[in-house]
């Protein structure tokens, strides 16, 4: 399958090569930063803010000219069937998910920057099974996503490197994770998948930094 990235007016479309490194610059997102309304250059959570709303405070596309709108560029992944994310983007750098990978682009090109893979869990059911996965969290320089057997990972926002991993619905395979991980201050909120096959749903928080 493939994921439009970006759309920009009066471009043409291009496709770009993926390629490996790190991020040279700094990536220091705040508690201040995820809080602030409204959304404008930066999209720092599944929803934008805490409200929920969706709403970019940015002009450029206007009722008048979004029939003008071409694609930029496409980026493919080759490990999903489909794709539920919803990108996260700080200073130009757009971090988006699949399954149990991780991606860091460069949103103006689409040109990739690191790729953090993970090899999906066999013999889950349901919700879990299709391996969806609907984007990240992010902290100061770090990046917290779940994975299909609901882990809890954080990787370094510059290189895609793993610094932990918790788990938290450990030993029930009707347990999975699909959801984007809120930050709210220091903590990181996650929930479970599976209620529709006999398991309680829960909420679980852990620290940003550590993971406990």
């Known amino acids: 399958m493939l994921c439009a990235g970006f759309l920009q007016l009066q471009t043409r479309a291009q496709t770009q090569d993926a390629g490996n490194g790190s991020i040279s610059t700094s990536i220091r997102v705040t508690s201040e930063a995820l809080a602030a309304q409204p959304v404008g250059a930066n999209w720092l959570s599944y929803n934008g803010d805490y409200t929920g709303r969706r709403f970019s405070s940015l002009e450029q596309i206007t009722p008048k000219n979004v029939e003008q709108l071409r694609a930029q560029w496409v980026f493919h992944v080759s490990n999903s069937n489909s794709m539920e994310v919803t990108p996260v983007v ?14 860091a682009l460069d949103a103006q090109t689409g040109r990739l920057i690191w790729h953090y893979s993970r090899p999906i ?35 370094d926002a510059r290189s895609g490197h793993l610094l932990w991993d918790v788990p938290y619905a450990e030993g029930n395979k009707n347990y999975g994770a699909t959801s984007a991980p809120l930050v709210v201050k220091d903590k990181v909120l996650v929930g479970t998948s599976g209620g529709d096959d006999g398991v309680r749903g829960f909420i679980a928080a852990f620290d940003a930094e550590t993971g406990k």
Do not use: K, P
């Open 90 to 103: 700080f200073d130009g750098l757009m971090f988006v998910t699949s399954a149990n990978d991780a991606f």
């Open 121 to 155: 869990t066999e013999g889950l059911i349901d919700d879990a099974s299709q391996h969806h996965n609907r984007g990240v969290g992010i902290l100061g320089s770090h990046l917290y996503m779940e994975t299909d057997n609901a882990h809890l990972l954080c990787l």
